[in-house]
């Protein structure tokens, strides 16, 4: 008579658990950045908001820094889309529109804190590029590309600059003039620099 076979193992369902310990670090920096000042956050309040240890943090993420951009990215990306329609002229105004929203909100404070921090900080200055500036804005020439071999944006045109004259003077107002930018001037802006690079007959 041969043995009874043992049934195998049930494999639980959902994320690793690394994955959901990750994701609570995450929302725990996201709440204490809501709470307080990027000064007064500190990986160990993180930690602590989380239930993980504080070397949990550091084996994901170099410094406070990375760990509060990173969550701040993925809290802020899904309300910035890269829009990619027959338009540019709307996917612009889109764009445009959508960040000046971010701005007037909670998660511009958010924002400015870093800028702030950035200037006498190395680490939140590499931080925010690597985090946020950078792949926001490889994304946003990824797009500026198609936008190119669809016909619908100049050849010749410089895709940084382009950037530079959309989210500029957004940047320049939230952060200089200290006011939040209003939708109809977001979308003012959008239509200038459009002026400069659609390609003729496009729209």
Known sequence: MSKPQKAAP???????RDEVARQRILKA?????????????????IAERAGAGKATVYRWWPNKAAVV????REAVTPELPFPDT???RDDLRTQARNFARVLS?????????????????PDVAAAFRSIWSAPRRKEAKKLLRRKQAHGQLRKDVDLDLV?????????????????????KYAES?????LTGIVQRGGR
């Open 10 to 16: 049930l494999r639980t369902r959902g994320r690793p």
């Open 29 to 45: 920096a996201l709440e204490l950045m809501e709470e307080t000042a990027f000064a007064q956050v500190t990986a160990e309040a």
């Open 69 to 72: 951009i990173e969550a701040f």
């Open 86 to 88: 027959a338009s540019l």
């Open 105 to 121: 909100g909670s998660k511009g404070k958010m924002l400015r804190s870093f800028i702030v921090a950035a200037r006498s900080d």
């Open 163 to 183: 950037l530079d004259a959309l989210y500029g003077p957004l940047y320049y107002r939230f952060l200089v003039k200290n006011e939040p930018p209003a939708r």
């Open 189 to 193: 802006v959008a239509d200038l620099v």
